[in-house]
């Protein structure tokens, strides 16, 4: 049985917008002392928006860490850290797809980055979808694109669809509501 690690001193090094950039020294459960560089972010929440007809939307967007154009479920950071999850998924719903939706529902729980973040994606399940208006950021450009389970499914193992929260979304939503 692993025992506890004791957080002795935090230090921030780095605030940005959409992190904080930590070193943490923690006590080892043998006693010596490590450093850990942990990056602390408010949560997010993501969407997988069903049409009426099954077919699911996802956004295609630029995403420079990977320096190309992927295809995602509709996502994005908490307002806050008090903001409610599915608050942020109902509107970067609007913002990104433009539909909106008073029908979500909670499917799955994620950590991106286990070893180095504490980033949480709630993803929700959108149904009966209405038109509304996208809203981007003045530095998105986003093109919203809806796909069958079949050509999802096959997007995932032909490694078109690479965004791990989609992926695990996408899995879970094919499994609670295709079994």
Known sequence: MIREFELIKRDVVDK???????????RLPDGRTTVYETLLHKGA?????????????????????????AL??????????????????????EEETGYRSD?????ISIVTAIA??????????????KPSNQNLDP???????????EELSDMIFEGKIQDSKT?????????KSFS
């Open 45 to 69: 929440a993501a969407v997988v928006p069903v049409l009426d007809d099954g077919r699911i939307l996802l956004v295609r967007q630029y995403r420079h860490a990977i320096g190309r154009t």
């Open 103 to 107: 029908d979500l529902e909670p499917l």
């Open 139 to 149: 530095d998105e450009f986003i093109e919203v694109e809806a796909f069958s389970r």
């Open 167 to 175: 992926i695990a979304a996408l899995m879970s939503y094919f499994h």
């Open 16 to 26: 940005t917008r959409v992190f904080d950039y930590c070193k943490d020294t923690l």
């Open 72 to 93: 995602e479920i509709p996502a994005g950071g908490r307002d806050s850290v008090d903001e409610p999850f599915i608050n942020a998924a109902a509107r970067e719903l």
């Open 116 to 129: 180095y973040c504490n980033e949480v994606i709630e993803v929700f399940v959108a149904k009966n979808l």
